[in-house]
């Protein structure tokens, strides 16, 4: 069974992704529950809340998961942006957690003038914050593969690794792996051989089962050229083979995977429907 999802705009409301999400066929969805620029966000209303839940029961649309703001830098050396970060990112841990929402992505953070080590500390103890903070809720921060760009932490599996390891309750944090950002890193996925190395030392690094989700993007830059710029399904660098490969792996087969594809259309057709298409065609009918 694949759960296949899709991120989608908020304007209208945060039940406008989901009802988006379906009219463009997928049977999950991603978003932001609030400008993905700001630090503010207007409270949600119970009426909010309620729409919400109603919209994915009515529409069919499971796996619903957030993306955080682009502001919120848990690696920041600087005291009043780190804790304005984790300020930021409880809430929307709260935000999502009233949505019935599990599971938060960020980008791990950025160290900017300190060092990879210090950076990594800081991510740790913010996540120690926020379990603290969060109690006995159950949402969870996923922590998303980066492409490695500037000072950006998290595009090796081992800086991933060293952050859950500080963590005091490491159960509570999951990983996103993203196609585009791990294939920009210099992790290779595809021929088979290459995609079977690269998720061995995922596994043997992080586990499979701390893997809650998966981005699936094209690149269009090349490998290991540690630059962030999505493409649609096999249009890019990638290709289709390491789509395939994910599709028909059954160890990661019913993971949910969000597509962040450029959006717009091709000869006159919806691209968020030709990547999904292009998706199904890839998947192998069992014998
Ligand atoms: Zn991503």
């Not at 930021?88 to 960020?106: C, K, N, Q, S």
């Not at 993007?217 to 490998?223: A, E, L, R």
């Not at 990661?252 to 691209?271: A, C, F, Q």
């Amino acid at each position: 069974m694949h759960h296949l999802g899709i991120h989608m705009s908020i304007a209208g409301g945060c039940f406008r992704a989901v009802e988006r999400a379906a009219e463009a066929g997928y049977s999950c969805v991603q978003l932001f529950t609030k400008n993905n620029n700001r630090w503010q966000g207007k409270e949600l209303t119970d009426e909010d809340v309620d729409l919400f839940k109603k919209t994915l029961a009515e529409r069919e649309i499971t796996h619903p998961i957030v993306h955080n703001a682009y502001l919120i830098n848990l690696a920041s050396p600087d005291d009043s942006l780190w804790g304005r970060s984790v300020d930021a990112m409880f809430i929307e841990l709260v935000r999502a957690d009233r949505l019935g929402i599990p599971y938060v992505i960020t980008h791990p953070g950025s160290f900017t003038s300190s060092s990879e080590e210090a950076g990594i500390s800081r991510i740790a103890t913010a996540l120690d914050e926020l379990h603290e903070r969060l109690e006995d809720r159950k949402v969870e921060v996923l922590l998303e593969t980066t492409a490695g760009q500037g000072s950006n932490l998290g595009w090796r599996f081992e800086q991933l690794q060293a952050m859950i390891e500080q963590v005091k309750e490491p159960e509570r944090v999951g990983i996103c792996l993203d196609t585009c950002h791990v294939f920009a890193a210099g992790y290779p996925l595809a021929p088979k051989n290459a995609y079977d190395e690269t998720m061995g030392t995922f596994d043997e690094l992080l586990g499979i089962k701390r893997l809650k989700a998966f981005h699936l993007n094209d690149s269009k830059q090349p490998f290991g050229s540690r630059k962030d710029r999505h493409e649609g399904i096999g249009q890019g660098e990638l290709g289709f083979e390491p789509f395939r490969l994910l599709l028909n792996d059954p160890r990661v087969s019913s993971i949910p995977m969000y597509l962040e594809t450029p959006k717009g259309e091709e000869n006159g057709e919806d691209l968020d429907r030709i990547n999904l298409a292009r998706l199904l065609d890839l998947i192998e009918k069992e014998r």
